[in-house]
């Protein structure tokens, strides 16, 4: 059964910073590496997705990794800003037709002025 | 492009009651989910169809749970009695064909069981 879990749970930088979001998996047999964003009382905004034959994925200032054989996932955000405060949330993609997903506890950030 | 519609986006009940929510997809999108969010959690799947048919709802609690989508595009989910560990977001996600591609979600359905 796939574990996904996030680390830290919750981080507070101040703006401007670079930062890393850590995302860890206990299968690597998966399809799919989902980046998602979620603010308070909203559903799931998707901000990248890596297929696993691909190590990475940009978006702007965010860039995700993946490192299947370790079982490892990042999202680097560069040069924070205030309207990142967010909960970032990283699932992991079944390798079936279902592609069932299996997310983490999520990583709450909060970037200060 | 409109997104993944979701009603109601707040429900308050007391326990034993019943409940269902109302789920319209992307549209062209074959695959429908339904997750589960408890507060402080990442979202767990309930229940994924393909079209018409289940694929997957091993981790929806049957006995209380339910959820159709009839004629492969709204899906209902009902959970009947609610209790009070159902208080969560109830989130609707599609996608073009299941398969590998990339889920949307839309803004959920917020549960209080009292």
């Known amino acids: 059964k796939q574990e996904v879990t996030q680390i830290p749970a919750a981080l507070s930088v101040p703006e401007g910073e670079n930062l890393v979001l850590n995302c860890s998996f206990t299968d690597s047999a998966i399809y799919n590496l989902q980046w998602f964003r979620q603010d308070p009382g909203k559903g799931l905004t998707s901000l990248l997705l890596?297929?696993?034959?691909?190590r990475e994925q940009t978006s702007g200032r965010l860039n995700a990794s993946l490192d299947k054989s370790s079982g490892r996932s990042t999202l680097y955000i560069a040069a924070s800003q205030p309207g990142d405060s967010a909960t970032y949330l990283c699932a992991a993609g079944g390798d079936n037709a279902g592609n069932m997903l299996t997310f983490g506890g999520g990583t709450r950030l909060m970037v200060k002025p | 492009e409109a997104g993944v519609a979701q009603s109601p986006r707040y429900k308050i009940i007391e326990k034993r009651q019943s409940v269902a929510f109302w789920c319209n997809p992307i549209s062209g999108h074959a695959t429908l989910y339904w997750y589960q969010q408890i507060l402080g959690q990442g979202p767990k799947l309930l229940i994924q169809f393909q079209n018409n048919g289940v694929v997957d709802d091993s981790q929806l609690p049957k006995d209380r749970f339910s959820a159709e989508r009839l004629k492969g595009v709204d899906s209902t989910l009902k959970i009947q009695p609610a209790k009070l560990e159902d208080s969560a977001v109830y989130l609707c996600?599609?996608?073009?064909?299941?398969?590998?591609?990339?889920?949307?979600f839309g803004p959920g359905t917020r549960l209080t069981v009292l």
């Open positions: 996600a599609s996608s073009f064909s299941g398969g590998y591609n990339e889920q949307f």
């Open positions: 890596i297929q696993s034959s691909q």
